[in-house]
């Protein structure tokens, strides 16, 4: 009754400490309650037009081919004669959903998505879209219900192509784009018949958006150096340019549309994104139409250092780069719309073609918007903080910077700056507020993480100690230790595992091949060396041969060459990978309950479902864990009587959160490369993708669990001992853990730490639900016909 007591106790804290960090590092930005500001002034564009080519890098639409021509003739003479342009840097994690939201709503990723998903963002907010009078999306379906689902008034309108054809493995990408086109020139023709149509697209403040997936698609499928993806380039420059002549002629050249034309992030030469590599930040951005400053030449050289100008031949034009977010408040300016509300970007008067007055009231209208979030920021913090040195802190950096006749002292001098028409003092003064305002929400998001980490760090310490009574209370400390020279030899070698790149930059089939024979092979040599012990079957013999030898010598190599052919995903190869995947807890269950032989079929089992969901040096790594474990480790442990003491169970339990880490793969799931899972589907399918990489990363805990049931059995250590001993390593991990977890980056940073923390606050649970599972497996045997069962030996 006691234990159980514990246990529940347990539990119960171990849920608080891992609830903490979301509710510590991971909480919404997002504040509401404040009202809308647009500028007074008539704006200089009645529509505006978005275009979003995702997964463009900059380099490979500013940068000429080898022969020195341009990829994009179109947007190069935007570039030269039309518009300005420049670089928008945008922020980890560079992902579609992120770079969406700072596009359209001016503020970057809401961390606490990590709660949810990446298809949506899950607080609302307001966006251009939703202060627009209408706006028409064509594109993808998982962009743009996201924009729709959290407008008022029904007037956002999407069109979307089936998710089926988001095919990673389709021989041509660039449809997706061209039916993008196709759409966009077919509401247009259908609004000349439509009168009610043609009323509303006459008004203004319309917003035209058309989300490009092409580029991306065939980023990932063939890289960014491919032909494939520059005549994607080449493919989107001419429906651009088809796109502006359709518009200007609907609208008779009436001179009032604005376009836009950018990316949501890029892309590494790998085919990958999501971290902060150059490729991945640097977009582009063209601006041109109404109200948009026309191309400037400049005959000194500008201040830029990376080297891009000389290297895209565009040293002789004005460059104007801009943080993402900013894009936001531009597009509500041209077309004369209130600034979203939670948007922290701030307006680039560089690409305005306007007056003095307009620019200043504009600047003006962007600084109280920003204040806005800040006053309420402020209020709902200093309702809800106790009068405490929290509170002292939460009121230091306002009673310093912004307090409240502060605030109005800086509102009303900038009023009176653009009264007296002296323009550029009163947008000096603006920007300075605007600083200071996002330092402000900056500073009441994350001011009390100090006092809340504290309390974390004192539980832990308190709870680990009573742990570590209890435990010490339960051993014996006398015991005798065994000591293999092999067992060390091959710990110091997983012991490099974790020191390898856990994210391939190219798949590499041939090394998952050989990993696939490496396995058969140490596992024949091992049956070969236990012939005198125990003869397999002959019905095992052939199931351990037949569990890797199809997939390891077909399946990966031939779809892989598939897909390099453009021939798609062969029928054959996808059945058996899933038939593969479907059975691996399964076959196990079929052969002899002999530990040995029980243990060698989980191995070939698991393995051939991994090596399908490989593409890297990472197989080995499970190859070297499985035969490290199994092979090696059930006889040094297993077999000698001498570690039957309980302080084994400290040794083992290292081992296997050392063994789980050093694989590496945990990354897999963070980085979603998509490349992981071509044998199984290479249609986009987020949670399917998800799910199979997730197993990915369970199968060498399986794997080395499994080894452990055996040898506990064998060995007879007390279950006991050995959860307490198990509490106490994953809480002090846990706790060193706490300190690393970080809520900014690329998802696969946050992801990583995140990971980290949860993997060893839930080891406890996990370890006892895993442990029932790994019983079934290696004492549990599914008879086809009637034998004679066979025993632990």
Known sequence: MRMIVFFLVGLLVHVVFFMSIFDIYFTSPLVHGMAPHASPLPAPASRLVLVVADGLRADSLYKPDANGSTRAPYLRNVIEEQGSWGVSHTRVPTESRPGHVALIAGFYEDVSAVAKGWKENPVEFDSVFNESRHTWCWGSPDILPMFAKGATGGHVHTHTYPAEREDFASTDASKLDSWVFDQFKSFLLSARENSSLMSSLRQDQNVFFLHLLGIDTNGHAHRPQSQEYLENVALVDSGVKELVSIMEDFFENDGRTAYVFTSD?????????????????????????????????????????????????????????????????????????????????????????????????????????????????????????????????????????????????????????????????????????????????????????????????????????YVVLRCVHSLNPSCVVFRSVSWVVGCLCLASFPMMPVVGREPNVHMVTCAGILSLFISACYLWSARKRSIPHLTD???????????????????????????????????????????????????????????????????????????????????????????????????????????????????????????????????????????????????????????????????????????????????????????????????????????????????????????????????????????????????????????FP
């Open 265 to 465: 992030h890029g892309m590494t030469d790998w085919g990958s994104h999501g971290a902060g590599h150059p490729s991945e930040t640097l977009t582009p951005l063209l601006v041109w139409g109404a109200g948009v400053q026309a191309a400037q030449r400049v005959p000194e050289p500008q201040n830029y250092h990376d080297g891009y100008l000389q290297e895209w031949k565009l040293e002789g034009l004005r460059r104007l780069d801009v943080n993402q977010a900013d894009i936001a408040p531009l597009m509500s300016s041209l077309i004369g719309v209130p600034i979203p509300l939670n948007s922290v970007g701030v307006l680039p008067l560089q690409y305005l073609n306007t007056s003095d007055v307009f620019k200043a009231e504009s600047v003006y209208t962007n600084a109280v918007q920003i204040l806005e979030q800040f006053k309420v920021q402020y209020d709902m913090e200093d309702v809800t903080s106790c009068p405490s040195v929290g509170h002292f802190l939460l009121n230091l950096l306002a009673h310093r910077l912004l307090t409240e006749s502060r605030q109005a002292e800086l509102i009303s001098k900038a009023r009176v700056l653009i009264r007296l028409e002296k323009y550029e003092e009163a947008i000096s003064l603006c920007r300075s507020l605007i600083g200071h305002a996002l330092e402000g929400l900056t500073y009441y998001h994350t001011y009390d993480r100090f006092f809340l980490g504290c309390s974390v760090v004192l539980g832990f310490t308190g709870w680990t100690s």
């Open 541 to 791: 013999r052939y199931l351990f041969i037949s569990q890797v030898t199809s997939v390891c010598a077909y399946v990966p190599t031939s779809t892989h060459s598939s897909l390099q052919l453009k021939q798609g995903l062969p029928l054959s190869n996808q059945i058996i990978s899933w038939i593969t995947l479907g059975s691996s807890l399964l076959v196990p269950l079929l052969s002899s309950t002999r530990l040995f032989h029980r243990l060698l079929s989980i191995f070939l089992t698991l393995t051939a479902t991994f090596l399908l969901l490989s593409t890297g040096s990472v197989v080995i790594q499970l190859t070297g864990i499985g035969e490290h474990w199994i092979l090696k480790g059930y006889h040094v442990f297993g077999v000698h009587s001498v570690m039957k003491c309980r302080s084994a169970c400290l040794l083992q339990v290292f081992f296997i959160i050392t063994a789980f880490f050093g694989t590496g793969n945990i990354a897999s799931i963070n980085s979603f490369d998509p490349a992981s899972v071509y044998c199984f589907l290479t249609v986009f399918n987020p949670f399917i993708m998800g799910g199979l990489m997730m197993w990915k990363v369970m199968i060498p805990f399986v794997i080395v669990m499994c080894t452990f049931e055996s040898i506990q059995v064998t060995t007879q250590l007390s279950s006991r001992s050995l959860f307490l001993i198990v509490l106490v390593i994953s809480d002090l991990m846990a706790l060193h853990f706490f300190f690393l977890v970080q809520d900014n980056g690329s998802w696969l940073d946050i992801g990583t730490s995140i990971s980290h923390y949860v993997i060893v606050m839930s080891m406890t649970i996990f370890l006892m639900l895993l442990s029932l599972v790994t019983h079934v497996l290696t004492s549990r045997r599914v008879s086809l016909c009637r034998t004679r069962k066979m025993h």
